[in-house]
């Protein structure tokens, strides 16, 4: 049992920054990954970034390179996603997930921040 909650959405003008959190509670031991995710309306869920719970390597889909950063601190059980320079197509509902080993599926899931971008 993973438990998940987001925060840190709202609306920002393009150009701007914001910082996602997702706090992370119950048997955490059983994380390998967080990832996050996002979804526009009308559109399906896409990969954003991800985070080696132990060991700290993360990875970032090509789309946000080199604007979005992911990070964590492990006594805070606490994952960030550092949004730098925002575009209106970064528009969407943010969501933070847990998953049990490499290559295993995203099985817990938060409630979602949303973000939106102004042009």
């Known amino acids: 049992q993973v438990q998940l909650v987001e925060s840190g959405g709202g609306l920002v003008q393009a150009g701007g920054s914001l910082r996602l959190s997702c706090a992370a509670s119950g048997r955490t031991f059983s994380t390998t990954f967080m990832g996050w995710f996002r979804q526009a309306p009308g559109k399906e869920r896409e990969f954003v970034a991800h985070?080696?719970?132990?060991?700290?390597?993360?990875s970032v889909a090509a789309s946000v390179k080199g604007r979005f950063t992911i990070s964590r601190d492990n006594a805070k059980n606490t994952v960030y996603l550092q949004m730098n320079s925002l575009k209106p197509e970064d528009t969407a509902v943010y969501y933070c997930?847990?998953?049990?080993?490499?290559?295993?599926?995203?099985?817990?899931w938060g409630q979602g921040t949303q973000v939106t971008v102004s042009s």
């Open positions: 997930a847990s998953a049990p080993g490499f290559g295993a599926t995203y099985n817990y």
């Open positions: 985070i080696n719970w132990g060991g700290g390597s993360t």
